[in-house]
């Protein structure tokens, strides 16, 4: 009976090719447009570690003003960053079964080739622990190990796209570069690696692409590295020199910890009081006790990575998505009153109400999938639209197999729905009153 309900389908669709384009045509426009929509939204709030997200935690530290807070509307919450000497101290302790402090900086590189001009590239300074605790993929090589986070090596880790411009392509482990007038030993390759968003740094931008490559936190000093994030103080320090720098009350790193169960969480926490508690005698952390750890789901809820304005752009999407049904409605309830005289016919012949019901309802299920195939289609030239005009990262701008059949699901169910009144009046009209006219 299914088959021959399409058949039919088929042929109603043939004989009235007008309406059909026009309502395949209003499905394709609202799911285009409310899928472009929705994506982007998916892939923004989308959990960008879901293996390791509950065990992975920023640090925070209440280091700031005593007479005012980190923040005037929300007081309660501490800077989203540590200061220099308190993130060394951390690491120092190594409580925890990893962690890592780090920072965005930049290096000019000196070029291989004597006829290219020196550039800059952007660089992740962070400690030995980063890579596993991310679950970095390398191309080639690995990361530096924990020996290097003392010892302050020239070594770096290149991203796949810098490791392309430098050594086209080819396993560069064990060649060297020079930056900042040092020469730098290449570890390892990256593999693509484009979490979005950029969970472990959403302070600096959770759509921002990630560094093209990866220096040691222990190389700070040696290059006078400063940071090109956020950086934020509150205090009047005479900044003399680098080492006076490193030593201030800014806050400027950002600091994660992997911890395995809720009785390490518990007890992190409590290193964490014990540090402040050992500052507060020496003169600072005058704020009361304000220490906490966030996962990264809550690290990226802290910080509003997905933007209400992102919500209400969905939710108008999907109000254009009702509009379109809306003038679906109308189109089929059209189509399928115009076709009464071939239903009142069938009715005669012996077809019952629900047989006609079905096979109506058939036919807007087929036009909503051919409508949910078109608006994939669109969909997927606005997310090259979105890319190109805001210089996304191709993350965010990736239509993934659930967003397929859920733009399909969409369409389908959608018709259907805007199909059930025209399939019920049609069904509704008295096959003897029709067969008179005729």
């Not at 308190?86 to 990893?98: C, M, Q, T």
């Not at 509009?323 to 077809?351: D, H, N, P, Q």
């Not at 051919?370 to 993350?395: D, K, M, N």
């Amino acid at each position: 009976m299914f088959k021959y309900n399409i058949k039919l389908a088929f042929k109603s669709m043939r004989r009235n090719p007008a309406m059909t384009v026009l309502m395949v045509a209003a499905i394709a426009v609202g799911i285009g447009v409310s899928m472009t929509t929705l994506t982007v939204f998916y892939m923004m709030s989308s959990n960008p570690i879901p293996e390791k997200s509950d065990v992975l935690f920023a640090v925070t530290m209440d280091s700031w003003n005593p007479l005012r807070p980190f923040d005037e509307d929300e007081p309660e919450r501490a800077p989203h960053q540590l200061t220099f000497h308190d993130a060394e101290r951390l690491l120092a302790l190594a409580e925890g079964k990893r962690q890592t402090a780090m920072f965005e900086s930049s290096l000019i590189i000196e070029p291989l080739n004597e006829d290219d001009l020196p550039f800059e590239a952007g660089a992740r300074v962070a400690s030995s622990d980063f890579f596993t605790m991310f679950n970095v993929p390398f191309l080639y090589g690995s990361g530096w190990d924990k020996s290097t986070d003392s010892s302050a090596d020239p070594v770096v880790v290149l991203g796949k796209n810098l490791n392309e411009r430098l050594f086209g392509g080819e396993d560069s482990v064990g060649k060297s570069l020079t930056m900042q007038g040092i020469r730098f030993r290449v570890l390892g390759v990256t593999d693509h690696w484009e979490p979005t968003p950029r969970f472990y740094d959403p302070i600096n931008g959770g759509f921002q692409e990630v560094n093209d490559m990866f220096i040691p936190y222990s190389l700070t000093r040696v290059l006078e590295l400063r940071s090109e994030g956020s950086d934020w103080g509150w205090k009047s320090e005479d900044i003399t020199s680098f080492e006076h720098w490193l030593n201030s009350e800014s806050v400027w790193v950002q600091y994660f910890i992997e911890l395995d169960s809720a009785r390490d969480r518990g007890e992190y926490v409590s290193h964490l009081d014990a540090y402040v508690g050992e500052q507060k005698k020496l003169g600072r952390f005058e704020r009361p006790m304000n220490n906490n750890i966030y996962n990264v789901e809550e690290w990226m809820a802290y910080h509003e990575v997905v933007a209400n304005d992102s919500k209400v752009l969905v939710g108008l999407s999907f109000l254009f998505l009702v509009v379109c049904l809306l003038s679906t409605i109308a189109l089929t309830l059209t189509k399928f009153v115009g076709k009464k005289a071939e239903t009142s016919l069938r009715r005669a012949l012996g077809a019952s109400r629900i047989t006609i019901f079905k096979q109506q309802i058939v036919e807007v299920g087929m036009i909503g999938f051919a409508g949910g195939l078109i608006g994939l289609s669109l969909a997927a030239l606005g997310l090259v639209g979105i890319e190109y005009i805001y210089e996304a990262p191709g993350g965010l701008v990736k239509m993934d197999w659930i967003m397929v059949m859920t733009a399909i699901a969409v369409a389908v169910i959608s018709s259907i729905i805007a199909g059930l009144y025209p399939a019920w009046r049609v069904c509704r009209i008295p096959p003897a009153t029709q067969l008179k006219t005729q």
